[in-house]
């Protein structure tokens, strides 16, 4: 009886350390395999990811050993259609000694904004300071101020200057008093009295406007005002306003002036040499307005006068679009 | 034993882990990011004193 209790325990001794062992080994085996899997997913994730370190050099690291940074949260982000784009001075240049009135400037504009009639947006004046001086063309737009007569007498905010430099309309607000027009010394601003008479298909980009006083890809309101907008659709798209494009001889340069930077389509220049060079000055710069144009004065000029003169038309019309 | 945190590492380990110096570097899509130093160490060079133009090209910028 005694032996045979000895021999159970014993065999159950036995069996017990048997199957500690085992359990050691297996959990070993396991342990090794889950810490080589963790490795492979820790330290080689296949996916390379090239970065750029402090000293210029161009570098490849394993994605996974990448530590993504929080960033703050920019509240100023949300774009605000009155605050504009931010750090930017948009000035436009205007070089007279270029222009020959070939009018695709307003064709372009008056397409892209869908003006007709006497609206047009922008003007070419026939000029002559005497009668013993040569004549010449000149293109006019609105001159987005840095002091604004036109937003100093608007009654219900209607216009309004950008940080950026743009003057704009949101002709939801606007009520038609047209004080703005009478403010404004250089009488670029037009009036909508009618339905606009233009002829336009309805596109997807219509169907589903929203509209915003930067955007020009609708028609004109009746009862409200209208004026060049610098096209902050087009510089956006990191694109030129349409009458700097369309202009076959360079006349107008567009640009930031914090870069002191323009650019007519062909060639980039820094403003302020391009200003000192040739003389660049403001219209009715004594008047206080800070205009945003500048005009190169039509010296040493490039093109004949008279081959303007076939496409003058005093403006009593304008090509509608095309 | 091997359930009982024979794998996890020494607090000894954890220390260093902890006192890793990272670096800031740059992603192309212009947002940072943060890399241990003893990584970039053994990283890939693709090209070294990269000039502006080529910076903006690699970050996608119109020139």
């Known amino acids: 009886m005694g032996d045979h209790t000895k021999k159970e325990r014993r065999k159950f001794l036995d069996n017990g350390l048997k199957l500690g062992i085992a359990a050691a080994i297996g959990g070993l085996g396991i342990s090794k395999i889950t810490s080589k899997l963790n490795a492979n997913t820790e330290h080689n994730s296949g996916e390379k990811m090239e970065l750029m370190t402090v000293d210029g050099t161009l570098i490849e690291v394993d994605s996974s050993e990448v530590m993504e940074v929080q960033h703050a949260e920019d509240h100023d982000q949300k774009y605000n259609v009155r605050e504009g784009m931010p750090n930017r001075k948009f000035v436009m240049v205007i070089d007279l000694a270029k222009c020959k009135n070939a009018l695709k400037c307003q064709q372009s504009c008056n397409k892209h904004h869908y003006i007709t009639g006497d609206n047009a947006w922008l003007k070419v004046y026939k000029m002559q300071e005497e009668k013993d001086t040569a004549p010449y063309w000149m293109p006019t737009t609105c001159m987005h101020c840095d002091q604004p007569a036109c937003v100093t007498v608007c009654p219900v905010d209607a216009t309004f200057k950008r940080k950026d430099g743009l003057v704009l309309i949101d002709n939801e607000r606007c009520i038609g008093c047209r004080f703005c027009m009478a403010a404004c010394p250089y009488s670029t601003r037009v009036f909508n009295w009618s339905e606009p008479n233009q002829e336009f298909t309805l596109n997807m980009d219509m169907v589903n406007h929203q509209y915003s006083p930067e955007h020009s890809g609708m028609p004109s309101v009746k009862g409200t005002v209208d004026k060049c907008d610098f096209c902050p659709h087009q510089v956006q798209k990191n694109e030129l306003p349409h009458c700097v494009t369309a202009c076959p001889n360079g006349v107008f340069y567009f640009g930031d002036k914090y870069e002191d930077t323009v650019n007519n389509g062909e060639e980039t220049v820094r403003l302020s040499k391009l200003l000192e060079e040739k003389a660049g000055y403001r219209l009715m710069d004594s008047l206080g307005t800070e205009p945003s144009v500048y005009y190169l004065p039509p010296v040493d000029r490039l093109v004949d006068f008279e081959d303007g003169l076939e496409e003058y038309n005093e403006f009593k019309s304008v090509d509608k679009p095309e | ?63």
Do not use: C, H, R
């Open chain 2, 1 to 63: 034993m091997p359930f009982l945190g024979f794998n996890q590492p020494s607090p000894k380990e954890a220390e260093i882990l902890q006192e890793e110096e990272y670096e800031t570097l740059l992603k192309p899509d212009g947002t940072t990011v943060k890399v241990k130093v003893s990584t970039l160490k053994n990283s890939k060079v693709l090209k070294k004193n990269i000039s502006n133009t080529s910076l903006l090209g690699w970050l996608g910028k119109k020139i």
